[in-house]
T-cell receptor, first 109, second 115 residues
Framework: AQRVTQPEKLLSVFKGAPVELKCNYSYSGSPELFWYVQYSRQRLQLLLR??SRESIKGFTADLNKGETSFHLKKPFAQEEDSAMYYC???????????FGQGTRLTINP | GAVVSQHPSWVICKSGTSVKIECRSLDFQATTMFWYRQFPKQSLMLMAT?????????EQGVEKDKFLINHASLTLSTLTVTSAHPEDSSFYIC???????????FGSGTRLTVV
């Protein structure tokens, strides 16, 4: 079974401070991990996926298979980063995307 | 980039009636489409996965006779909520993928209110 856990429902940091949104997963095979972002009144958008190994809007995430984690990080938070962030997992071959509970990130000025 | 159009964006219907929600991939062929339900302040819950030309695969606990999914073409999937009741009121979101290895693109969602 696929399971994604985001332990923090709410996270609040000051502008310029580092941000880390936690994501842990459970899957017996080789997972594909994603981070999606949802800004106020907008649809879900792909932020990044682990196979791309990209940095989008200053965010990075590294898949740690030993700890079954895919934490999202940004060294210096900006006010426009305030949004809802979802970690998601797709299993090998199954394709379906399962989401974590989401973390609402608020960046204080 | 890939775009998914979902209509209507909101709908109000009377209890006992049926409502159809459409999900279209505008610039790519979606071999697989997914339907999610999102309750207020909660995450997206996968309802079903549909592959073009095949019957949808429903997640455990989702009534397939109540939530009818049709994926008749590579660009269109529909979700029909049959005999809607107030507890079906929710935000429904579709997602489309061109296949394994491709990204998932989301629609803007449909807010259904059953009165």
């Amino acid at each position: 079974a696929q399971r994604v856990t985001q332990p923090e429902k709410l996270l609040s940091v000051f502008k310029g401070a580092p941000v880390e949104l936690k994501c842990n997963y459970s899957y017996s095979g080789s997972p594909e991990l994603f981070w999606y972002v949802q800004y106020s009144r907008q649809r879900l958008q792909l932020l990044l996926r682990h196979i791309s190994r990209e940095s989008i809007k200053g965010f990075t995430a590294d898949l740690n298979k030993g700890e079954t984690s895919f934490h999202l990080k940004k060294p210096f938070a900006q006010e426009e980063d305030s949004a809802m962030y979802y970690c998601a997992l797709s299993g090998q071959g199954a394709q379906k995307l399962v989401f974590g509970q989401g973390t609402r990130l608020t960046i204080n000025p | 980039g890939a775009v998914v159009s979902q209509h209507p964006s909101w709908v109000i219907c009377k209890s006992g009636t049926s409502v159809k929600i459409e999900c279209r991939s505008l610039d790519f062929q979606a071999t697989t489409m997914f339907w999610y339900r999102q309750f207020p302040k909660q995450s997206l819950m996968l309802m079903a996965t549909s592959n073009e030309g095949s019957k949808a695969t429903y997640e455990q606990g989702v009534e397939k006779d109540k939530f009818l999914i049709n994926h008749a073409s590579l660009t269109l999937s529909t979700l029909t909520v049959t005999s809607a009741h107030p507890e079906d009121s929710s935000f429904y979101i579709c997602s489309a993928s061109a296949g394994q290895g491709f990204s998932y693109t989301f629609g803007s969602g449909t807010r259904l209110t059953v009165v």
